[in-house]
């Protein structure tokens, strides 16, 4: 059964399966149980009830087996479930979240950017249109992003700590 104690385990599993996801792991009985039992058991439409189950297996928290009956030839999907990969999908996505932010930061660091009233662009691009923007047809000014650099660390940081809070892993990258 889902452990639902932890408030933020909860949340996260509510975000990315659906308050149907939530519903359907507090009330799975261990072992295995069919599509229509878990419908049944959670007065949830059998779409439903598979939409999450095909979620909740590319997210390695579920498994099937199939059964043929021998008698009509129908073929019978039987579930469990491994939910301990909640904490796994939360450091992945964690992962992924801070990787964009330092690409961000890396990207910042990376040159001198200027400005017009529509664009921000590297200098090697405002020095080849000679500082001149065809689109609003206004000058390129230099760009301090000096605050966005601040902003993003600040950010990294702050991701760091809420990660170390909850016990998810920060890796350095």
């Known amino acids: ?6 408030f933020l385990v909860r949340e996260y ?3 990315t399966m659906g308050e149907d996801g939530l519903k359907i792991m507090k009330n799975v009985p261990e072992g295995e149980i069919t ?3 878990i419908a049944e058991l959670n007065d949830i439409k059998l779409t439903s009830v598979r939409k999450v189950l095909y979620k909740l297996y590319d997210n390695r928290m ?6 043929r009956d021998d008698n009509s030839g129908w073929i019978t999907y039987l579930w469990s ?13 964690s992962d992924d979240d801070l990787n ?25 691009v405002a020095a080849e249109q000679d500082f001149w923007c065809e689109d609003c047809e206004s000058k390129f000014e230099h760009f301090d992003n000096g605050g966005l650099i601040k902003e993003l660390e600040e950010q990294i940081e702050g991701r760091k700590g809420e990660n170390e809070k909850v016990g998810l892993r920060a890796t350095e990258r």
């Open 13 to 15: 599993f509510r975000k």
């Open 100 to 124: 964009i932010l330092r690409k961000k930061l890396e990207y910042e660091r990376s040159g001198e950017f200027y400005q017009c009233h529509c664009h921000c662009v590297l200098f090697e």
């Open 35 to 37: 599509e229509s039992e």
């Open 1 to 6: 059964m889902f452990e639902t104690d932890d």
């Open 81 to 93: 479930f491994n939910c301990d990969n909640v904490k796994k999908m939360m450091d992945k996505e």
């Open 62 to 67: 579920a498994v099937y087996r199939t059964e």
